[in-house]
């Protein structure tokens, strides 16, 4: 792991955790959704914040999409739940929410579960047969 | 909102964002290093070889369910509840379904992450 790959893995919590806090706040505008009819969340795209927030999931997505093209999908999601932790730091002081004792404590063991992941190896090493199966299908895109 | 209502639409979260997961993931690992590759033939190279692969494009029908399944939720709960409950369980998914579908080498450490991980999610409720 380099400076650039942290980095990544940076930018996947920051954006995903503004983007969620964008979406809530454009949805409390919205008003709640009709369970009778579900499709009409669908105006909620007119909503500026909704589009503020798809912007930053957007930016969440093509980061997520790189750290995935070198890390393992079990990696990759633990090391970026320090998202979960500017969450509830966005309810909280951003939406006023209300956060319980209970909750802070969840919140700090779902980090400490997956900051201990980080330590390990971020991608799992193919077996010899199938190493060599994969050079030969990318050397055939290639030609 | 009745909670079971609010639980459901997370529950959707979940199961359509861990299946987007591990079908992105097998997505980029056919694709290969974004980084190398963007290094080799540039940007442009990239996004054509990434909307051509059509694992990638299956993901995004799932998390476009799943987004849909979020905004609903976030209208009926509260932002601290809804994404990490969602975000968590899904890691948790994905975690088992990498190990089944995607043959990940989920060691020690990553169940110990799990289990810490399913304990938060209670707490969260």
């Given at each position: 792991m380099n400076l650039?790959?942290?980095?990544?893995?940076?930018?996947?919590?920051?954006?995903?955790?503004?983007?969620?806090?964008?979406?809530?706040?454009?949805?409390?505008?919205?008003?709640?959704?009709?369970?009778?009819?579900?499709?009409?969340?669908?105006?909620?795209?007119?909503?500026?914040?909704?589009?503020?927030?798809?912007?930053?999931?957007?930016?969440?997505?093509?980061?997520?999409l790189t750290a995935l093209s070198w890390a393992d999908l079990?990696?990759?999601?633990?090391?970026?739940?320090?998202?979960?932790?500017?969450?509830?730091?966005?309810?909280?002081?951003?939406?006023?929410?209300?956060?319980?004792?209970?909750?802070?404590?969840?919140?700090?063991?779902?980090?400490?579960?997956?900051?201990?992941?980080?330590?390990?190896?971020?991608?799992?090493?193919?077996?010899?047969?199938?190493?060599?199966?994969?050079?030969?299908?990318?050397?055939?895109?290639?030609? | 909102m009745k909670s079971l209502e609010l639980w459901a639409a997370i529950f959707m979260i979940v199961f359509a964002s861990s299946g987007g997961d591990v079908l992105l993931s097998s997505a980029m690992k056919r694709i290969g290093d974004l980084n190398e590759l963007r290094a080799g033939r540039g940007t442009l190279a990239v996004v054509g070889r990434v909307f051509s692969e059509k694992r990638f494009l299956l993901a995004l029908c799932c998390f476009s369910v799943g987004f849909f399944s979020l905004l609903t939720a976030l209208s009926w709960g509260e932002l601290s509840l809804v994404a990490p409950a969602s975000a968590s369980m899904t890691f948790v998914a994905s975690?088992?379904?990498?190990?089944?579908f995607l043959k990940e080498d989920v060691d020690h450490r990553r169940w110990i992450a799990a289990v810490l991980v399913c304990v938060g999610v209670a707490l969260l409720k």
């Open positions: 650039k790959k942290y980095l990544v893995l940076l930018a996947v919590m920051c954006f995903g955790s503004i983007g969620d806090a964008l979406l809530k706040r454009g949805m409390d505008a919205f008003g709640p959704v009709d369970v009778r009819h579900p499709w009409h969340v669908i105006a909620a795209l007119g909503n500026p914040w909704v589009l503020v927030g798809i912007s930053c999931l957007m930016a969440f997505f093509a980061s997520y079990s990696y990759v999601l633990p090391a970026t739940a320090l998202g979960y932790v500017l969450v509830t730091l966005f309810g909280r002081y951003f939406l006023h929410e209300n956060v319980t004792p209970l909750r802070w404590l969840g919140v700090l063991l779902i980090s400490c579960g997956v900051g201990w992941v980080t330590r390990g190896p971020e991608v799992t090493k193919p077996e010899p047969r199938e190493a060599r199966l994969r050079a030969r299908e990318e050397q055939h895109e290639i030609a | 975690a088992i379904m990498a190990k089944i």
